[in-house]
């Protein structure tokens, strides 16, 4: 698990923040919990009303992560589940996926939490997403991240948005 070593990260009061949530819908109770999870860390954090946008599936992230970065969010969450089938098609999506939300993020300046659960079964799925026996809750850590990371370009005196 990727638990072991995580940083202790602190998050100032993000009240007023605009953060937009991006969701596939593949794997429903996965994509669930991890929505729930980073809803409840923006709760935390102060951001009352975050943009929560579902697509179909987790190839359709980028493109509605950079619609929400040109909305004049501060940070956005990219959340999507992706298990390892039988043919070369995960490789592909996991490649599209993570080299369009890097994009999205570098060409923006915007930081775009990286929630994408790339596991080789269901089970390891089921166990990062933050459910009551779960061993991680990835919503809520990429969630925590983007605002941490939003806050300190903020904090650094980085133009921003969404303030």
Same mark, same amino acid.
């Given at each position: ?5 995580? /940083?202790?990260?602190?998050? /100032? ?22 929505? #729930? ?12 009303? %975050?943009?929560?946008?579902?697509? /179909?599936?987790?190839?359709?992230? /980028? ?58 079964? #269901? ?8 459910? %009551? ?31």
């Amino acid at each position: 698990m990727s638990g072991q070593g995580a /940083p202790e990260v602190t998050v /100032p009061n993000c009240a007023g923040m605009r953060v937009g949530v991006v969701a596939a819908q593949w794997h429903r109770q996965v994509m669930d919990a991890l929505l #729930e999870g980073a809803l409840r860390a923006l709760g935390q954090h102060g951001v009352a009303h %975050p943009t929560v946008l579902r697509v /179909p599936g987790s190839f359709e992230l /980028p493109v509605a992560a950079r619609t929400l970065v040109d909305r004049d969010c501060a940070a956005v969450i990219a959340l999507g589940v992706v298990i390892r089938g039988g043919t070369p098609h995960f490789d592909y999506v996991c490649q599209g996926v993570t080299q369009g939300l890097t994009r999205v993020a570098t060409d923006s300046g915007v930081p775009v939490g990286f929630g994408v659960l790339t596991c080789d079964t #269901e089970e390891q799925a089921l166990d990062r997403a933050g459910l %009551p026996h779960s061993r991680e809750d990835k919503g809520h850590e990429v969630a925590t991240a983007a605002l941490a990371t939003a806050s300190a370009l903020l904090t650094a005196g980085v133009p921003g948005r969404g303030q």
